[in-house]
């Protein structure tokens, strides 16, 4: 079974300051992944996908980039957060054939102030 | 445009009261409807996926049922433990849409 981490778990930022979220899958390859950021009390909203190394596709224009340097490595960035960019950020991992239930890291908490 | 919307945003449940959570959706070709369940401060944990309408899984005190337009997670005999967020999500190409989740909490 596919196992995710996540790091740091939590993070708390100045506004302005650069940001770089590590996700690493374990227990499967050629995985599609995904960023999805939550809001308190709200529900998943994806940010990125990536179906291989180096393929990346953005759902929400934003603050926020995604890089895949390698099969199981999802990393996201930010060159100067904002205040908006505070939430929890979760990475997923989801098998290429067939259907996809995606499994989640634990995520991380992201404060900006 | 492939949505998912989720009934009651909250539920407030005593110790053994059954109930049913609804998850209703609108998808071009349904590949497939995930539950999950989230606890706070932690990711999803997948529970069920369903494929065709009239599908059921079961798992402990739960069971997902799936029609044409919506899914049903029934819960009998909920323990304080039951208490979490439950996600439900469809399949559209890639990627998984969301709903916003029901937020249930059992008093013992």
């Known amino acids: 079974s596919q196992t995710i981490h996540q790091w740091p778990a939590t993070l708390v930022q100045p506004v302005g300051s650069p940001l770089s979220l590590e996700c690493t899958v374990e227990g499967t390859s050629n995985p599609n992944l995904y960023w999805y950021r939550q809001a308190a009390g709200r529900g998943l909203q994806l940010l990125f996908y990536?179906?291989?190394?180096?393929?990346i596709s953005s759902e929400v224009p934003q603050n926020l980039s995604a890089s895949r340097p390698q099969d199981r490595q999802f990393i996201l960035s930010s060159k100067k957060l904002l205040l908006s960019d505070s939430g929890f950020y979760l990475c997923?991992?989801?098998?290429?054939?067939?259907?996809?239930?995606?499994?989640f890291g634990p995520g991380t908490r992201l404060t900006v102030l | 445009e492939d949505q998912v919307t989720q009934s009651p945003e909250a539920l407030r449940l005593q110790e053994g009261e059954s109930s049913s959570l609804n998850c209703s959706y609108t998808v071009s070709g349904l590949r497939g409807l995930f539950w999950y369940r989230q606890d706070p401060g932690k990711g999803p944990e997948f529970l069920f996926t369903?494929?065709?309408a009239g599908e059921e899984k079961e798992k402990e005190r739960l069971k997902a049922t799936l029609t044409k337009k919506e899914s049903f997670l029934h819960i009998t005999a909920p323990k304080p433990e039951d208490s979490a967020t439950y996600l439900c999500a469809v399949q559209a190409q890639y990627k998984l849409i969301f709903g916003s989740g029901t937020r249930l909490l059992v008093r013992p």
């Open positions: 997923a991992s989801a098998a290429v054939a067939g259907v996809r239930e995606q499994f």
């Open positions: 369903l494929y065709s």
């Open positions: 990536s179906v291989g190394i180096g393929q």
